[in-house]
């Protein structure tokens, strides 16, 4: 199962901050642990770039060699 599948948004849980105060949006991740914040980095990674687990295997190259 992939990562984007395990995660869901709670819409309910949003909250508007003022841009001016950087720090009110910093405190979230400060409290998370590295995992965390790896995990969550890699969910916008995959969400950015439309993570298909079926095309993320290398591309088999079929050579024909005909031999004397």
């Known amino acids: ?3 984007i599948d395990e995660w869901r ?18 405190a979230y991740w400060q ?3 590295m995992q965390e914040r ?3 980095l890699e969910l ?3 969400v950015f770039n439309g993570y298909d ?4 295997r290398f591309q088999r190259i079929l050579e ?4 004397p």
């Open 9 to 26: 948004m709670d819409r309910t849980a949003f909250s508007v901050v003022d841009n001016d105060t950087p720090s009110d949006a910093n």
């Open 1 to 3: 199962m992939a990562l």
């Open 53 to 56: 687990p079926d095309t993320t």
């Open 64 to 67: 024909v060699v005909v031999r």
């Open 44 to 46: 916008t990674r995959q």
């Open 38 to 40: 790896l995990a969550a």
């Open 31 to 33: 409290t998370k642990t």
